[in-house]
């Protein structure tokens, strides 16, 4: 069974930072493709980053690209998401997701389907 758990959200002001931890249980980490999402009240879901296993592939929404940095430890079984210079358009619920196996990265979150709970990030004026 796959398990994906968010952790690390919380209350920051803009231009502050947070890290998120994204960690999967399940058969296997390897070979996935995975991604973060996020979702601000009363808006549509929305690509936030996502990368291939090895990371030879890495998309950023261009919201965040130079304040968002994706990673992940395979070994640990974790996905990260550290955010920088966050702003107030940054709140909204952050999600993990995974791909099938032998995908590569797309902004389309109906090409995940393994999704976590979603932890809270909201920022501050």
């Known amino acids: 069974q796959v398990q994906l758990v968010e952790s690390g959200g919380g209350l920051v002001q803009a231009g502050g930072s947070l890290r998120l931890s994204c960690a999967a249980s399940g058969l296997t980490f390897s070979g996935y493709t995975m991604g973060w999402f996020r979702q601000a009240p009363g808006k549509e879901r929305e690509f936030v980053a996502a990368?291939?296993?090895?990371?030879?592939?890495?998309d950023y929404a261009d919201s965040v690209k130079g304040r968002f940095t994706i990673s992940r430890d395979n070994a640990k079984k974790t996905m990260y998401l550290q955010m920088t210079s966050l702003k107030p358009e940054d709140t909204g619920v952050y999600y993990c997701a995974r791909r099938r196996l032998g995908v590569g990265v797309t902004p389309n979150a109906s090409g995940y389907p393994y999704w976590g709970q979603g932890t809270q990030v909201t920022v501050s004026s």
């Open positions: 990368t291939t296993w090895s990371g030879e592939s890495v």
